[in-house]
């Protein structure tokens, strides 16, 4: 149960890490540690990553920390909202406490704030990164469906060149077994920060989480944000789900059925009917994928049923 | 503490709103404090059934207690602190613990059976009486007095009447701890120094008892349990310290309460574990203990020394059938007569389904 050795680099700025990345075979970024570690004690049937000959830690590295709101003018990002506006732009390497006590995150995209206080537990909010997490894309992670949710957008950097990837095209499946989410990260490839625009101030949102007894991940999560107008019209919504299957999704039959509509039970139980759409769901020891199929229509009727009284919640 | 019928009223009101609430009971005896030697022997043991303890008072007054029974978080090095204090009218911190070391303690057998307190706290409290007998005859000599006429309190052992041209009327404990070891005239019959043993071997076993209350609240559409109050009544005998006993309560209720709802090994298919570490076994965490109200009453042994019981697996016994006939009582109106534990979310849901007839676990609506 102890891991095997391995080399160990401490580089501080992002170009070095992408330099060191590119003379060492088989190394692997090093974020908050709450995936790879884990995963590397574990006996190599159920391990979801090779054990790495070489780690970077990101952990010097400060242009990869911090939140910041900034005005863009023009396609800003590259996620699909357009138009000019105010991001959110969040450093990959920075923790889930910091954006949990964030009043900068609270003001602007409150369903970051409200997850990341769900996340787990303390001590591991303390270390654990929104970079890390998104780049490990565990099946049963809580990142993925928030930034599903919140439109967001991941910043990624190679040697020579960069790009930006809406998050609805970074998760992928790989196919190579059940519970194996990954992303379209190339080799070579860091993501360095997540940004997210600014919530509109009629955007309501939520993130119901049914907390793993055992490992404090996700067993399932719903994450919603909806946009109504004065006359409680919902313009738009989306509606992510983790813990379900393979890889965190968005739930577009469901959205499609809020859409135009007044957040009425009668709305709400017909988008709940329509969550499972597309979803083939895994289960494990504490909750079969049979029974994931019944709680998943549950939590997106509860979740979006705290949305339609605004009173408490934005 | 609330009374049942008033959970009851709360439960009838909860229930004409559509909320499964239940109530569920248990009470419990176990015996504690294995010994005698006698019955351990009758069952086929053979270790005996005693508990170590050697009080030895250092020439400057400071009392080291080296016991047998060592600790693994109860906290001993207070609580027999405390029990050699209170025997020897000194404070707790002129009390040092010595344990878990066999370089430094001669015998024990060991912290089992909730049997620290009973047995170990006894063979403190018998020695710490046997090391103060024999400083009374030490003070007695210096003082010129006899020995039933020294009074000893809070570390003064003073004469109670005139001591007939004797040099003075007190001495303090420190004094005659360093008397003990240097004085040029002993006692007659006295050896020096003031280091007692004591092999501690119980008339019999002890009887600590108690009832809990798990008053529960089920979700029908997803199987959920939430531990609306927990309360937990327990008869250890004499508490020795209150906060170490209510923690012990606490860490027993937290074990049944993941063997009740959480816990259980995993094997899949091929017969692989699949709860094979902490983030595949679920054992309880802070987030999963509800609000523990505790209380006790106190029904002293008459077969151990000042008549403690041990706390030490009581939490663990009762907690179990408490929860488990909480989910039943809650789920009475729905015909739910059986459940095996741990009681996960899945298997509840499944049983309602059971039970009312309606369509199986990811069956088309």
């Known amino acids: ?231 409680q019209t919902c313009r738009d919504c989306r509606i992510a789900i983790t813990g379900a299957g393979a890889v965190a999704t968005r739930a577009v039959r469901a959205e499609a059925q809020l859409v135009g509509s007044r957040l009425t039970p009668e709305a709400i139980q017909g988008a709940a009917n329509a969550a499972n759409d597309g979803i083939e769901f895994i289960g494990d020891a504490f909750g079969s994928a049979a029974y994931l199929a019944e709680l998943l229509p549950i939590y997106l009727n509860r979740a979006l049923s705290q949305l339609a009284t605004p009173s408490t919640r934005r | 503490m609330p009374a049942i019928s008033k959970l009851r009223r709360e439960q009838a009101e909860l229930r004409g709103r559509g909320r499964y609430r239940g109530i569920g009971l248990a009470t419990y005896t176990e015996f504690t404090g294995l010994g005698p030697g006698r019955l351990t022997a009758g069952v086929g043991f053979s270790f005996g059934g005693w508990e170590y303890a050697r009080v030895l008072v250092h020439p400057t007054g400071r009392v080291s207690v080296h016991v047998g029974s060592a600790d693994h978080g109860q906290g001993h090095a207070t609580s027999y602190a405390q029990l050699a204090a209170d025997a020897l009218g000194l404070r707790p911190e002129d009390i040092d613990v010595v344990e878990g070391d066999t370089a430094r303690v001669e015998f024990g057998l060991g912290t089992f059976n909730s049997r620290s307190m009973p047995l170990g706290g006894s063979a403190v409290h018998e020695c710490s009486q046997k090391v103060l007998a024999k400083a009374r005859r030490i003070a007695a000599h210096a003082l010129g007095a006899a020995v039933e006429d020294v009074h000893y309190e809070a570390g003064v052992f003073a004469a109670s009447k005139p001591t007939g041209g004797g040099p003075r009327d007190s ?79 606490h860490g027993g209720i937290a074990q049944g309460l993941g063997q009740a709802l959480l816990e259980g090994a995993r094997y899949d298919d091929e017969g692989c574990l699949v709860s094979r570490d902490w983030t595949t076994y679920a054992f309880p965490r802070a987030q999963h203990i509800p609000h523990l109200e505790t209380a006790h009453t106190v029904t002293p042994s008459p077969l151990t020394q000042l008549g403690i019981k041990g706390i030490g697996e009581a939490g663990a016994i009762a907690t179990p059938p408490a929860l488990v006939n909480a989910v039943l009582d809650a789920l009475a109106p729905l015909g739910v007569t059986h459940l095996d534990m741990p009681l996960h979310p899945e298997q509840v849901l499944a049983a309602i389904r059971q039970a009312t007839d309606s369509r199986p676990l990811g069956g088309a609506p």
């Open chain 1, 1 to 231: 149960m102890t891991p095997a050795g391995f080399d160990y680099l401490q580089p501080t700025s992002i170009s070095e890490a992408l330099e060191m990345m590119s003379l060492h075979q088989d190394a692997t970024f090093l974020a908050g540690g709450h995936a790879l570690l884990p995963d590397s004690i574990l006996p190599e049937r159920h391990r979801r990553h090779p054990r790495p000959s070489t780690l970077i830690d990101l952990g010097r590295i400060a242009e990869l920390r911090g939140i910041e709101v900034v005005d863009v003018a023009g396609s800003p990002h590259g996620g699909d909202s357009g138009g000019a506006g105010r991001l959110v732009r969040i450093g990959a390497m920075t923790t889930t406490a910091d954006i949990e006590y964030s009043p900068a995150i609270a003001s602007t995209v409150p369903l970051l704030s409200e997850a990341a206080a769900v996340i787990s537990d303390p001590l591991i909010r303390n270390r654990a990164t929104l970079g890390g997490s998104l780049a490990e894309a565990d099946p049963h992670g809580d990142w993925p469906p928030v930034v599903l949710a919140s439109d967001a957008t991941m910043q990624l950097r190679s040697r020579d060149s960069q790009r930006a990837v809406p998050a609805g095209d970074f998760f992928t499946r790989d196919g190579a077994g059940p519970g194996t989410g990954s992303t379209t990260l190339r080799p070579g490839e860091l993501l360095t920060a997540v940004t997210v625009p600014v919530f509109d101030a009629r955007t309501r949102c939520t993130y119901l989480k049914r907390m793993h007894p055992a490992s404090g991940h996700a067993m399932l999560g719903v994450a919603v944000a909806v946009t109504v107008d004065a006359d």
């Open chain 2, 171 to 249: 001495v303090t404990w420190e004094e005659v701890a360093r008397l003990a070891h240097f004085v040029p005239d002993p006692p007659p019959g006295l050896e020096p120094g003031l280091d007692e043993r004591v092999f501690y071997d119980p008339k019999g076993l002890a009887f600590p008892f108690g009832t809990y209350i798990a008053v529960v609240d089920v979700d029908p559409a997803t199987g959920d349990i939430s531990v609306d109050r927990f309360l937990a009544v327990d008869d250890c005998g004499p508490l020795i310290n209150p906060m170490l006993a209510r923690g012990q309560v």
